[in-house]
Each structure stands twice: as C-alpha cells, then as structure tokens.
C-alpha cells in the first residue's frame, strides 16, 4: 500500500458524511471543498530518504486547486493541487518555480535543505494550515464550516501518518489562534515548547510530540510565515542546522 492508499483510505472513510453535511448546509463553493493530498509519484516518494511535511498559507493565485464533489471520484479530488511538486516545491500554473510569498519562502527552505544533504533523496509536501482550523474574517459560514470540519473531517493526525514524514515544519507563526489550533492537533502544549540556537520561542521554536502517535516524525520546527520581517535566509540555515542531527542515524 503507497502513500496515495493510505490517505484515500483516510478520506474514504470519511467522504460521504463530510458531503452530505456540506451539501446540507448549502457549502459547495471552492472556498468549501477541503484539501485533500496526494503525491505526484508514490513509488518515487515512498522511496525517499527523508520526507518533510510544510504547512502554510495557499501559495498562488487562480485556480491552484479546484475540484467537484459532484461530477469527480475522490480519487480525482484527490488530484487536483495544481501547484506544488514533491520535488520542486512551490510552482505557478505555468510550472514554473515560485519566488515570492509563501511559495517562494517554501523553495528558499527546499533549496538550502537540500543543499545541505545533497547525497539524501528528499521530498516534500505541502499542507494548508485553514485545516488546523478556520480563521476566516467576514465569512457568514465559517463558524458553521470550522464545526464542519472538526466534526467531519480532523485528519492532520492521520494524513501525517499516512505521509511519514521526518520532519514537520510549520509556517504558522506564533499567533495564539494558530499555537492553540497546532497543539490541539499535536497533542501538544506550551511545556513542549524550546527555542534553537539564535534565536527566541516567537521567532522558531521546536516541538517535542509523542513519538507514539507520530512514529515516523523526528522533528517538528514552527517558525513564521515566510513574509515576516526577520530574516529568512538566516533563519531557515539554522532551522536545517537544527533538524539534521535528528534525522542522522
């Protein structure tokens, strides 16, 4: 069974419920079809070195991803992200590598990452952190929609160990909104909090998580998005320096 098995069960299990009561309640927009993951290549990608799982904000304009829960199978939802490559990273319509925002702040980790351990073979995938929870400002269903989706369709814990991933690095900052939502889903609380070296708890701050429910994992890193004004360079050199010795055997 490969990664794309795995999250389809996950998914599966939990479909028509979550469409039934999307529907019920009249939420069949874009805005309210949820992110459903899939890897590009699973044989590529199950056979990786080291897996890393980012969660940030949507990373492109357009239509990034879109899809029909009335006219597609869930194995065609599953499809539909447009603009990430478990290899490249964040990319445009056009295919092309993004530079700017939170895309480009996703390549500029990738790229120092991998620079780092150019003999390991590591992929990536992106999650959207709207599925930590809904922050939504002047939606009239959000509160309706994030009941929804802790009712229907809390799968982060499951989607990570389908995944496997190594590492866990987190775009969501420290804003207390977001620190609640993440250690709801980790299991985590502030007591499992620690700064790396240069730099304070705000800024970059490693998780320790139950190796029990996240066996795979060996890291968890939260930091700020990548448009925060310190710098990002800098910060993700020492964020790398700080998780490879974790994934050293």
């Known amino acids: 069974m490969n990664t794309n098995d795995r999250l ?6 939990k479909w028509d419920a979550l469409c039934c009561i999307l529907d019920c309640n009249q939420l069949k927009g874009y805005e309210y079809s949820p992110l459903l993951l899939s890897v590009d290549d699973p044989d590529d990608f199950d056979n990786a070195d080291i897996k890393v799982m980012v969660f940030g904000q949507v990373m492109s304009w357009g239509n990034w991803y879109e899809y029909s829960r009335q006219n597609q199978t869930l ?3 599953m499809m539909s992200i447009k603009t990430f490559d478990n290899i490249r990273g964040s990319i445009d319509l056009g295919g092309n590598r993004m530079r700017r925002g939170m895309g480009g702040g996703i390549n500029l980790f990738i790229d120092i990452f991998n620079g780092k351990l150019p003999n390991k073979k ?66 985590a609380t502030p007591d499992d909090y620690s700064p790396i070296q240069g730099w304070n708890i705000r800024q970059v701050a490693r998780i320790n998580i139950d190796k029990e429910k996240f066996p795979s994992v060996k890291s968890v890193v939260r930091t700020h998005h990548p448009c925060a004004w310190i710098s990002k360079k800098a910060r993700y ?3 790398a320096d700080a998780i490879i010795p974790s994934l050293i055997d």
């Open 8 to 13: 389809y069960g996950i998914y599966n299990r």
């Open 237 to 239: 050199n020492d964020i």
């Open 122 to 187: 590591i992929r990536y995938v992106w999650n959207d952190i709207v599925k930590l929870g809904r922050n939504i400002r002047g939606n009239e269903k959000s509160d309706v929609l994030s009941k929804i989706e802790n009712d229907y369709f809390d799968v982060i814990a499951e989607e990570i160990n389908a995944i496997r991933p190594q590492v866990l690095l987190f775009f969501t900052g420290p804003d207390i909104y977001w620190e609640r939502k993440l250690q709801q889903r980790l299991q």
């Open 75 to 77: 194995e065609e939802c």
